[in-house]
């Protein structure tokens, strides 16, 4: 189970942190992501990390989203720097089991989905 938290309101320019818990079992071998979904559009990939523990970030967050994954915690968190009103929206961790092929950047690539947090920036 995934379990997201840290979402709410925040100013343009401000910052906020998400955080990802998994219960049940450890996360330390999968791919592991955030996706959001702003109103009326589709369910996006906006940051993740391989089992390498490589990151990859939209264009639309590079430079502004930093994501993490702490082992220790069996976590995956998102600091959000210089927020936009263009990054509200639903923010929902993911993960993923490594098969021969897959993307870290595929949602259908991934098995394990938390329930969302909302993100509004205004």
């Known amino acids: 189970q995934l379990v997201e938290s840290g979402g709410g309101s925040v100013q343009a320019g401000g910052s906020l942190t998400l955080s990802c818990i998994a219960s049940?079992?450890?996360?330390?071998?999968?791919?592991l992501g955030w996706f959001r979904q702003a109103p009326g559009k589709e369910r996006e990939g906006i940051a993740a990390i391989d089992i390498d523990r490589s990151t990859v970030y939209a264009n639309s967050v590079k430079g502004r989203f930093i994501v993490t994954q702490d082992s220790a915690k069996n976590a995956l968190e998102l600091e959000m720097r210089n927020v936009k009103p263009e990054d509200t929206g639903v923010y929902y961790c993911?993960?993923?089991?490594?098969?021969?092929?897959?993307?870290?950047?595929?949602?259908?690539?991934?098995?394990?989905w938390g329930q969302g947090t909302q993100v509004t920036v205004s």
């Open positions: 993911a993960a993923g089991v490594p098969k021969s092929e897959y993307s870290v950047q595929r949602a259908s690539d991934y098995s394990f």
């Open positions: 049940g079992y450890s996360i330390g071998r999968n791919f």
